[in-house]
């Protein structure tokens, strides 16, 4: 099978290793200045690429295979997309690796994708597990939703590794809100750590998909897709461990006041906040890592609104 990664970091390069191991023809894609280093050592800091992998900074060649996974930065995705357009797409699939909700818009990836590409077919490939952890060949399980069933069935096979499972999911909008607010809840388990009050973090896992969940239904998706592998499956690599980037920018925001705006959840949570109030929601949660971000809040109210009823 021949498949492309457009996204040469540490997630585009392990899906681009991981399918290459599985013995897919991979090419994997990124700009120049992105690709130049690991072109000459074909490797990162935990994981070697095979000569077998492609690397290219061609769109043209790496645009003609069927299959092609994203895994970019949620912001920059629309600028990736009207790049896009210049190509004929047509019996291609889009495989979104990536988590987020465009700032600009308030819009899912998935929505970005159609707004500017048309009818092409788009998934979402999301769920617990690290770079590090699948480069030591430790399995998991990933949920792949899209709202085409038969689409969705053929790249379940597509997705599939001996080192990924699938569970397939058509609440597109479900996975995709639940992966982007999962960071969130990441930032917000990071400024637990970096008050010394890690244990209430127990609180944090069970309060934070109840929000999560009433935000989905409320945007015409299924409430329990808030427990599944694209939320609150996903806590392990987010709440609690020590590779999580949302988590360390959390913790690094109460230790040292500095936002890292390259975690996905920095964004997502100024993002989220005109849509809990666009569906009158209560969020406290994400509205409270809002507010200490950007507002200034004091971050120990977050403490008040876990312990509250």
Known sequence: MKITVIGPGRWGSTLAWLHNNYGNQVTLWGREEDIKDIKKSRKNDFLELSSEINITSDLDEALKNDYIFIAISAQYYRDFCSKLKEYNLENKVLILAMKGIEVKTRK?????????????DVAVLLGPGHPQGIAKNVPTVFSLACSNSFILDELSKVCHTDLVAIEKD????????????????????????????????????????????????????????????????????????????????????????????????????????????????????????????????????????????
């Open 108 to 120: 899912t990836l998935s929505q970005v994708t159609h707004e500017i590409l048309g009818k092409v």
């Open 170 to 309: 058509e609440d597109l909008i479900g996975v995709e809100i639940g992966g982007a607010l999962k960071n969130v809840i990441g930032i917000a388990a990071g400024i637990l750590d970096g008050l010394n009050k890690t244990t209430l973090k127990d609180i944090l896992i069970v309060k934070g998909p109840r929000e999560v969940g009433n935000l989905i239904q409320a945007m015409g998706g299924k409430k329990e897709t808030a427990y599944g592998l694209s939320h609150l499956g996903d806590y392990g690599a987010t709440v609690f461990s020590e590779f999580s980037r949302n988590r360390a920018a959390g913790e690094k925001w109460v230790k040292e006041k500095k936002l890292d705006e390259g975690a996905e959840g920095v964004p997502t949570a100024k993002a989220i906040h005109p849509i809990k109030e666009k569906y009158d929601l209560k969020m406290p949660i994400c509205e409270m890592v809002y507010d200490i971000l950007y507002e200034g809040m004091d971050p120990n109210e977050l403490v008040k609104v876990l312990i509250s009823k």
